[in-house]
């Protein structure tokens, strides 16, 4: 069963405002991973973040983790069109059993 | 490298009807696994594996079948096609068993019971 949590379900911003998405877990992590998923195409790993891990940057991209409230966020900072897809966070847990749990994903809208 | 690849990319089935969604990666990845993806909603695991030979059931596994005898192909079988199996399918690998790291997608199948 899914057991990440993401939210807004949905998010339409305009060019050039920061983008906030969050994400919670139930169980204990070894790392956490966001995607992003253009419409009717695969997943592109963005960002792997490890439980000893509270911020890591790529780009315009920045994730937080919170271990102690099992949560992590997404932040796209100046956002553009071509960010416009869904984001997706994903968790390796310690007791996972070679299975990433995934989240239902954050609808994002950019507009121009 | 052409990565994680997939076909086909389309497909239409009967109900009853079997078939092999295929994948291949040129990564020399261990890891490789069968999702699917229904509207709205985040990925589900069907089936895993972690080398050549091992393979081991996900979150979804019923109604399909598979087998890993190279580190490269990881093949999906439908063995009896049923409307709720409409989906889009996704493979990926990774190059890590112990602990999951970054996934590889291929580009999907998109895959219509009727």
């Known amino acids: 069963s899914q057991q990440g949590e993401e939210d807004p379900q949905a998010l339409s911003i305009q060019e050039g405002e920061n983008a906030t998405m969050n994400c919670s877990y139930k169980?204990?992590?070894?790392?956490l991973q966001w995607y992003r998923q253009n419409s009717g195409r695969g997943l592109v790993h963005l960002i792997l973040i490890r439980s000893n891990e509270r911020e890591k940057h790529s780009g315009r991209l920045r994730v937080t983790l919170d271990t102690s409230k099992k949560s992590s966020s997404l932040l796209i900072t100046a956002s553009r069109a071509a960010d416009t897809a869904s984001y997706f966070c994903?968790?390796?847990?310690?007791?996972?059993?070679?299975?990433?749990?995934w989240g239902a994903g954050t609808k994002l809208i950019i507009k121009p | 490298n052409a990565g994680v690849t997939q076909t086909p990319k389309f497909q239409v089935l009967k109900t009853g009807q079997s078939m092999t969604l295929q994948c291949a990666q040129d990564?020399?990845?261990?890891?490789m696994s069968w999702y699917r993806q229904d509207p709205g909603m985040g990925l589900r695991l069907i089936h895993y594996s972690v080398g050549a030979g091992i393979t081991d059931q996900g979150e979804v596994p019923n109604g399909y079948n598979v087998s890993r005898s190279t580190t490269e192909d990881f093949p999906l079988r439908l063995l009896s096609a049923a409307p709720s199996q409409t989906s889009v399918y996704f493979c990926?690998?990774?190059?890590?068993?112990?602990?999951?790291?970054?996934?590889?997608f291929g580009p999907g199948t998109r895959l219509t019971v009727t």
């Open positions: 169980t204990s992590i070894n790392n």
């Open positions: 990564m020399n990845h261990e890891y």
């Open positions: 994903a968790t390796a847990g310690v007791d996972s059993n070679y299975q990433l749990i």
């Open positions: 990926a690998s990774s190059y890590s068993t112990a602990t999951l790291q970054e996934q590889y």
